[in-house]
């Protein structure tokens, strides 16, 4: 019984945590290995791209609580996604048009684009907050637990509860169904393998027809629609406020790139990574420890290796070691 509860208190507290937020940083990684796969540069503006996509669709959210629109258990924010899309890549398409295009015809050199990125980064972040301020915006409805601790309790007749929330199992099945739908564009459809074979040559592509601003327009909207839907699921998971999504930046590189950057298969994977590093290391293992050993041996203090607040200097470490003993990464993306 004691090792059934240990398992539960694992899952409770970091299985399910972990796959969650897994599933979003591997949504924002996979923004990340595109632009960088595709337009050759490495983003540092997705993380506040993410907050302008999430920041309109909770005010689409808003206008739709305020006119009694409903979803029933699930959050109204579903409906807004699609705005908040559109919103985000708007502002992409502007950008690119009255920034990034310019260095491109220039043939500049990755490093500008990148710097350029910052630039555009700090833009996204005060255009955000001007808007809906700086503070913790909360914009979910619908029902909280998919499973809740009475129901388990009374189901399993265990000690230690389960508890699901709503937002925890939609980010599964959002995240599922994107991916999906994102690897059957890229490898069944003519833009996409247009959008692929550009990655791959460059010159090639362009001697064999593709049109190259098409393929950079197409790469926008998809990285909009990422960026977009990973800051809602993580908004709705946790909280909205912009600055995190500015923190956000360095889990979403750090699985781009411990995946293999330029790789999208990598991307998934390294944000699994990620996930499960930062949520197994802050994690207290007090609790699973009591219930696998005896009480003699039973720990006192919480077992926990860091404490939640540096969770993100996880991500920093084990980018660090990545860069220092395999820069390609796990599935050997582009070096670094």
């Known amino acids: ?37 595709i337009l050759r540069f490495s983003n540092f503006a997705h993380g506040d791209t993410m907050a302008f996509g999430t920041m309109v669709a909770i005010l689409v959210t808003w206008g739709l609580q ?7 258990p699930l959050p109204t924010a579903l409906l ?3 705005f908040g899309i559109l919103g985000c890549a708007a502002l992409l398409l502007a950008t690119d048009r009255v920034v990034y295009r310019f260095y491109r015809a220039q043939k500049a050199v990755p490093v500008i684009l990148v710097i350029v990125s910052m630039g555009v980064m700090f833009v996204y972040n005060g255009i955000t907050r001007f808007i809906i301020g700086p503070d913790t915006q909360s914009f979910a409805d619908g029902e909280r637990f998919l499973m809740n601790a009475r129901q388990f309790r009374e189901w399993t007749g265990l000690a230690e509860p389960l508890v699901i929330r709503w937002t925890q199992g939609i980010t599964l099945v959002t995240a599922v169904i994107v991916v999906i739908a994102l690897f059957w564009f890229l490898n069944r459809t003519r833009t996409g393998k247009s959008m692929r074979a550009y990655s791959d040559n460059e010159d090639l592509a362009l001697l064999s027809g593709i049109d190259p601003e ?17 800051g809602v699921l993580y908004g709705l998971d946790k909280s909205f406020m912009p600055f995190t999504y500015f923190q956000l930046l360095l889990p979403i590189f750090a699985a781009a790139i411990v995946g293999g950057l330029g790789s999208p298969v990598g991307a998934i994977a390294g944000g699994f990574v990620i996930a499960f590093s930062e949520v197994g290391i802050t994690y207290a293992w007090k609790k699973v420890l009591t219930y696998l050993l005896p009480e003699s041996l039973a720990p006192d203090g919480l077992v926990q290796l860091l404490a939640t607040d540096y969770k993100f ?15 390609t990464g796990l599935f050997r993306g582009k070096s670094v």
């Open 66 to 72: 305020s006119m009694g629109v409903s979803l029933g």
């Open 1 to 37: 019984m004691d090792l059934l509860n240990a398992l539960v208190a694992l899952t409770n507290f970091v299985l399910i945590p972990a796959i969650a937020y897994g599933s979003q940083l591997a949504l924002g990684a996979l923004g990340v290995t595109l632009v960088y796969g």
């Open 80 to 82: 807004a996604i699609p």
């Open 214 to 230: 098409k393929v950079v327009r197409v790469t926008w909207l998809i990285v909009a629609a990422l960026a977009t839907i990973a």
């Open 313 to 327: 200097a996880v991500s920093f470490m084990i980018l660090v070691v990545v860069l220092l003993f395999r820069p």
